[in-house]
């Protein structure tokens, strides 16, 4: 299983590797991924690469992805070479119209690439009072739910619980459940 | 009982050198190595280890502060990014040709693309510039595992070892063993021989030839003794072509060798470049035909072969001499090494998609909030006509603001505002300049330059960005704040002021970087005085760095849209991410995504169009 994780820095995309690490350690199947820290983590795009099962290197090659997540819609679409075909992109949108440009739906219907869009922001904004830190574990949520992500919601929310700070852990679980919610497949 | 836990690769270095019982840890941070002294630690306060773990307040200090740990018996390393070997090169030239007491590991994080580097230099070639044995892991497991034989090597053979990491090991994570820490004899016992411990020019023609022959010793041991780090993954069918790859590189063909079930291709790893394990690398190359060679950055494998005729790399330009070798380039190397049609993706309907949805990779800005982004404004405002030298950290994206004119590397500015002012003065001319640099990095190597300019009498404004932090390279203490890593040990905070008084610059101001109007006028007044009085005078800024998330009032800010003519002053002079252009209504907005509300941008437009949402004003 090979995921790619996009965003923006500042956005909290670490968290959800180390979510997927600790589900993969749970179901004692190895890992490797690759984070980026740093000058470019500031503010800047930012990529994650992570992988489960029998690899040698921590990157993910373009055309392989099984899976790419991103939390800001730009840097989904710019990012979507790394999908295999067949693949899944989960994303958070924050300007639907994006998702009717022709050669967009063009692009995405000759890859057979599944799209999971989920409006993040106004969740957020609605139910948490706009704390959009919570972006990263309600994306985590939306994963569970595609069914693409290779791992099941119950998976995922002994991770985030144990690897959540005390006091944010009961909105963390709220949160992820929200995003669970939030996609209809 | 063996437990395993995902690591980030510099954790897993770390908890190697603490395992195997380094007793002297100093370093100073830079990505992509910053994360191995706070685990160090760690682990130590975990373990129970007597290791002293401390930030240097440069690399050439954290070098030396651990080279005398182990004159005196102890295990100790000194840890680095790769420009820091640069700062460090002085000591390291010279304990290189000395017999070391206690086991010495040098690591060394390179940063091949660059990410997060001034430079793309290569450390496996530094190594062989200073003949120090270097190891280079493909993952974080097996960088693990080489801290242990870098340490017996080095004891072995009295010399450092340099353990080279790049930023693909340093910034995976991966499961890997944890272990228990091992006894090691060592113990302070500083034997005065000045023989050994003083480089004087009598004693280096006995030291020089002594390290050549432990680095022919080390060459032979590396030929038979580490196949562990060195060695063949044979082709499953007749090789069409053979690889020698060292590093990630290593990992990444074996991925796409799998992924792609090609079975005519053989790889030949190397995990010790320098010295080169030389027959064992010839003897793959005369066994095959087609031969290619993977290494970041530099051709240091290739370099030491006596004949490179056979060989496709970056030597000869078959690789691309410059950046790094990520899996799609690798698989385009490899295809072109095969002489066969790479399978082609047609992308051209997603370009055309990207381009109409306006899609743009964003560079590193400032974060919103951001002490910098206030104080730069402050400058702009006061002197808009000046040259601004800058240095590296954070406050090198005030780029973004075109209130950064040159950098160089850590320290530079001040030394720039000499430069920039000498070459005015000799043609008699008074050009303002404001030199930018961080907290961290003033402490650094910004202070010489400073004595310098006071001494020789340069005019120019010298305006210290104190975050309370080293932030760029996600959050380290330095000798201004005092706090120490291990748990129950304390340091003693360096003031900022009274050093630079002590440098004998008379004329120093305190500011608080939100305030942007006592900023433009402490910047005023002090190049008013540093003209006037032919020396550098020093504006201090300090507001904490929003990585430490400070209790500030929150000022929730809007743009009047009536008042707002759209001229783009704030974008072009402010460059917050949370206040941006609507190209349809030509009009700046407050991208409440973003925005955390600092209220510094208030006093930015000049029409008076941001103010604070009614009633929120704290
Ligand atoms: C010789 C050298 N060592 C380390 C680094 C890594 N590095 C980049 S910026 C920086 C320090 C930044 O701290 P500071 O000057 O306080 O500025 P801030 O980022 O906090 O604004 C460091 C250590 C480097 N580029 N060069």
């Known amino acids: 299983m090979q995921y790619v994780i996009v965003g923006l820095g500042g956005q909290g995309i670490l968290f959800s590797s180390k979510v997927l690490g600790q589900v993969a350690l749970a179901r004692d199947e190895k890992v490797l991924g690759s984070e980026v820290h740093g000058m470019a983590q500031r503010g800047g795009s930012v990529i994650s690469h992570f992988k489960i099962g029998p690899y040698n290197s921590p990157l993910v090659r373009a055309g392989e992805a099984d899976v790419l997540v991103a939390f800001e819609q730009g840097e989904g679409f710019r990012n979507l070479h790394f999908l295999r075909d067949g693949g899944t992109l989960v994303v958070n949108i924050h300007q639907k119209e994006a998702l009717e440009n022709e050669n967009l739906k063009a692009y995405l219907a000759s890859r057979k690439i599944k799209v999971h869009a989920i409006e993040g922001y106004e969740i957020l904004k609605k139910t948490m009072g706009g704390r959009f830190l919570f972006l990263n574990v309600l994306i985590l949520g939306a994963l569970c739910a595609s069914g693409a992500g290779g791992v099941t919601f119950d998976e995922v929310k002994e991770a985030v619980a144990s690897l959540s700070p005390e006091r944010f852990r009961a909105d963390n679980l709220k949160v992820l459940a929200l995003g669970h919610e939030a996609i209809k497949v | ?618």
């Open chain 2, 1 to 618: 009982m063996s437990k395993r836990q995902i690591l980030l690769g510099n954790e897993a270095i770390a908890r190697g050198i603490v395992e195997a019982g380094c007793a002297v840890a100093t370093a100073y941070p830079g990505t992509p190595s910053s994360e191995i002294l706070p685990a160090v630690a760690a682990y130590a306060d975990e373990l129970g280890t007597k290791t002293a773990v401390e930030w240097g307040i440069n690399e050439k200090v954290a070098f030396e502060v651990a080279a005398a740990a182990s004159f005196s018996g102890q295990r100790a390393c000194a840890v680095m990014k790769q420009v820091g070997m640069n700062v460090a090169a002085d000591g390291i030239m010279s304990v290189a040709q000395f017999n070391m007491a206690g086991g010495f590991l040098l690591v060394v994080a390179d940063d091949p693309g660059p990410h997060s580097s001034q430079t793309e230099q290569d450390t496996r070639f530094f190594s062989m510039f200073a003949k120090l044995p270097c190891f280079d892991p493909s993952s974080a497991e097996e960088a693990k595992r080489m801290v242990f034989d870098a340490y017996d090597l080095s004891e072995r053979h009295q010399i450092i070892s340099v353990l080279r990491p790049s930023v693909r090991v340093d910034h995976c994570r991966q499961d890997v063993e944890l272990g228990e820490v091992r006894e090691v004899p060592n113990k302070a016992a500083f034997k005065k021989d000045p023989k050994r411990w003083v480089c004087l020019p009598a004693n280096v023609r006995v030291s020089h030839p002594q390290l050549n022959a432990k680095i022919d010793a080390i060459a032979e041991e590396f030929e038979t003794d580490f196949d562990s780090y060195n060695y063949e993954v044979p082709a499953r069918s007749e090789a069409k072509l053979a690889v020698v790859a060292g590093g990630v590189s290593f990992a990444i063909v074996m991925d796409i060798l799998k992924a792609t079930g090609r079975t005519d291709v053989a790889v030949l790893k190397i995990g010790t470049p320098f010295p080169l394990p030389v027959k064992k690398v010839q003897d793959f190359i005369a066994r095959h035909d087609n031969v290619l060679f993977l290494e970041e950055t530099y051709p240091v494998m290739e370099m030491q072969l006596p004949d490179r005729t056979k060989i496709k790399g970056r030597w000869n330009g078959f690789v691309p001499r410059a950046g790094e070798l990520l899996p799609e380039v690798i698989e385009e190397i490899l295809y072109r090494a095969l002489g066969e049609e790479r399978p082609k993706r047609e992308e051209e309907r997603l370009k055309a998609a990207l381009q109409e949805l306006k899609v743009t990779p964003k560079p590193p800005a400032l974060c919103p909030g951001c002490p910098h982004r206030a104080s730069f404004f402050a400058i702009h405002k006061a002197l808009p006509a000046a040259i601004y030298p800058s240095d590296i950290g954070c406050y090198t994206l005030g780029v973004n603001q075109k209130m950064v004119d040159s950098v160089v590397c850590m320290g530079a500015s001040v030394s720039q505002g000499s430069g920039f002012f000498l070459a005015h003065h000799v043609d008699g001319k008074d050009q303002p300049v404001v030199s930018t640099i961080g907290d961290s990095t003033f402490f650094h190597m910004g202070v010489p330059g400073l004595i310098n300019a006071v001494y020789n009498r340069h005019a120019f404004v010298l305006a210290i960005l104190d975050n309370s932090l080293t932030a760029m390279t996600g959050g380290q203490s330095h000798p201004g704040l005092g706090d120490k890593l291990r748990r129950e040990d304390s340091g003693v905070a360096v003031d900022l002021v009274p050093l630079i008084r002590g440098c004998g610059v008379s004329h120093v101001s305190v500011v608080a970087s939100y305030d942007v109007a006592e900023g433009t006028k402490a910047i005023k007044e002090a190049w008013q005085f540093a003209k006037e009085n032919r020396t550098p005078t020093v504006v201090v800024f300090r507001h904490p760095c929003m990585l430490l998330r400070p209790k500030q009032p929150r000022v929730a800010v809007t743009v009047d849209q009536e008042k707002c003519i759209g001229c783009r002053y704030c974008i072009t002079n402010f460059n917050c991410p949370g206040l941006v252009f609507s190209d349809e209504k030509k009009k700046a907005y407050i991208d409440e995504r973003f925005c955390v509300a600092c209220g510094v941008c208030r006093f930015v437009c000049p029409h008076g169009a941001i103010v604070a949402v009614d009633g929120e004003e704290a």
